[in-house]
């Protein structure tokens, strides 16, 4: 069975940090594009930061440059995102999403992705 975990999210004061994990199960990530989503109360879903399977091309959205940090680790078919300098408006469900794409470059949008998790909730909040 193939399976997203997240895990890492929580409750933090803004300016702190958080590292979110997405372990899978059931297949090797080596393959895939993966990608980091948010859902916010009340908003749509959407993308955060992505990473490629073979050459490390990544995206950030606008929101997040600078403060947001993805990577992958492919021998513990894990991929983060750390997070930095938290605001309020981080706080949303975290979700980590997989689809098969072997090349340069990512997929990056919410349609494209074949696999989710469950989601990891993030609270930004003093």
């Known amino acids: 069975q193939l399976q997203l975990v997240e895990s890492g999210g929580g409750l933090v004061q803004p300016g702190g940090s958080l590292r979110l994990s997405c372990a899978a199960s059931?297949?090797?990530?080596?393959?895939?594009?993966i990608g980091w989503f948010r859902q916010a109360p009340g908003k749509e879903r959407e993308g955060v930061s992505c990473i490629s399977s073979s050459d490390g091309t990544t995206y950030y959205a606008d929101s997040v440059k600078d403060r947001f940090t993805i990577s992958r680790d492919n021998a513990k078919n894990t991929v983060y995102l750390q997070m930095n300098s938290l605001k309020p408006e981080d706080t949303a469900v975290y979700y980590c999403?997989?689809?098969?794409?072997w090349g340069s470059g990512y997929v990056c949008y919410e349609r494209g992705m074949d696999y989710w998790g469950k989601g990891t909730l993030v609270t930004v909040s003093s």
């Open positions: 999403a997989a689809v098969p794409f």
């Open positions: 059931g297949f090797t990530l080596d393959y895939y594009s």
